[in-house]
C-alpha cells in the first residue's frame, strides 16, 4: 500500500514539473490610463492563445502575464496588446488605433522612442527587432514601414 501511495505521489510531482516547464510568467511596460485601459489591455493579452492570465497595473504601468511558451511568446502577446492601441516595450501601436482610444485611456506617447509598429498587421515576418523601422505613421502598415 504504501508503494502504491509513493506512485502515486512521484507520478503526480513529476507530471506537476513537466506542466509547469513549458508555463512562463513575464513582465512587461505596456501604456495606459485607467480602468477602461486595464479591461482593453488584459482582454488583449487574453486573447492570445496559450495566455493563462493578465494583470496591468495602472500605477506600474506593468502586464504581468502567465502563458503556455510552447503556444505563444512574450513578442505575440505585446503584438495583440499593440493592436488594441497600446504602446508596449516592443510595439508602438499605430496612430489610427491610438486615435480611436476613448479619450480618457490617451496617454501620453514617447515619439522620440525606436519601437516596432506594427500598424494593423498581426505579425512581422521576420525575427529580429533590429530589422524594424521605427515609423510611426498612419500610413505605415507594418512594423517595416510598408515593407
Known amino acids: 500500500m504504501k508503494k502504491r501511495i509513493f506512485g502515486l505521489v512521484a507520478i503526480f510531482l ?4 513537466v506542466v509547469s516547464a513549458k508555463n512562463k510568467t513575464e513582465k512587461f511596460q505596456v501604456k495606459g490610463k485607467c480602468g477602461m485601459c486595464e479591461k482593453r489591455i488584459e482582454n488583449a493579452a487574453t486573447s492570445v492563445e496559450g495566455v493563462e492570465t493578465a494583470k496591468w497595473d495602472e500605477e506600474s504601468q506593468n502586464l504581468e502575464v502567465s502563458f503556455n511558451a510552447k503556444k505563444t511568446s512574450s513578442k505575440k502577446i505585446q503584438t495583440s ?3 488594441a ?3 508596449t516595450e516592443l510595439f508602438s501601436a499605430s496612430d489610427k488605433k491610438y486615435s480611436d482610444l476613448p479619450g480618457c485611456c490617451q ?3 514617447d515619439e522620440n522612442k525606436t ?6 498587421s498581426s505579425e ?3 525575427e529580429k527587432t533590429t530589422e524594424c523601422s521605427d515609423d510611426k ?3 505605415s502598415n507594418s512594423c517595416c ?3
Open 14 to 17: 513529476f507530471g506537476s514539473m
Open 124 to 126: 512581422c515576418s521576420h
Open 107 to 109: 496617454y501620453q506617447r
Open 81 to 83: 496588446v499593440a493592436m
Open 85 to 87: 492601441g497600446h504602446d
Open 145 to 147: 514601414g510598408g515593407k
Open 115 to 120: 519601437q516596432m509598429n506594427h500598424g494593423d
Open 137 to 139: 505613421s498612419a500610413t
